[in-house]
C-alpha cells in the first residue's frame, strides 16, 4: 500500500510538472546586466534609450533599474508575457538603427536581451564587437 502511495504521489508531481512547464513557455524573458568594465567602449553598436521610451515599456524600467545597482555581468531578469515580450523587442528594433552591443540609459551601458524560450526576439543576431559577443555567451540563470 506504502508503494502505491509514493508511486501515485510521484505521478502527481510529473503531471504538475508538465503544467508548470506550459506555463512557462508563455512567458518572455526580459534580461539586462551591465557589461564588464571596458566592453562598453569597445562596442560597435550603441544605442541611447531615452527616458520616454523607457516610460513606456515598465518591465525594461524595472530591470535596468535592478541592474544598474547590481553587480558587474549580472543578469537581471524579468518574466513577461508574450505580446508585452514581443512589442518591447519590435520596438526596440524600430528604436535602434542596429541591434547588438550596448544599450545605454540614464547615463549607464547595458546589454539586454529579449527571448522567448530558445528564440532571440531581440537583439536576434548580434553584430557587436567580439568583447560584447563574449558577454551574451553564458547561459541563463
Excluded at 47 to 69: I, K, M, Q, S, Y
Excluded at 97 to 118: K, N, P, Q
Aim: include cysteine; charged fraction near 25%.
Amino acid at each position: 500500500m506504502r508503494r502505491r502511495t509514493v508511486l501515485a504521489g510521484v505521478a502527481g508531481l510529473a503531471s504538475t510538472a508538465g503544467c508548470f512547464r506550459l506555463l512557462a513557455d508563455e512567458t518572455v524573458l526580459v534580461r539586462v546586466k551591465r557589461p564588464p568594465e571596458g566592453d562598453a567602449a569597445d562596442a560597435d553598436h550603441q544605442c541611447a534609450l531615452g527616458a520616454a521610451f523607457v516610460a513606456d515599456h515598465p518591465t525594461l524600467e524595472r530591470v535596468t533599474t535592478a541592474a544598474a545597482n547590481a553587480p558587474r555581468d549580472e543578469w537581471v531578469t524579468e518574466d513577461v508575457d508574450p505580446e508585452a515580450g514581443r512589442a518591447l523587442a519590435a520596438d526596440l528594433r524600430g528604436h535602434c538603427s542596429a541591434v547588438g552591443g550596448v544599450y545605454r540609459y540614464d547615463g549607464t551601458a547595458f546589454v539586454l536581451e529579449v527571448t522567448d524560450g530558445s528564440e532571440s526576439l531581440f537583439p536576434g543576431t548580434t553584430t557587436g564587437s567580439e568583447a560584447i559577443r563574449g558577454v551574451h555567451s553564458d547561459t541563463r540563470p
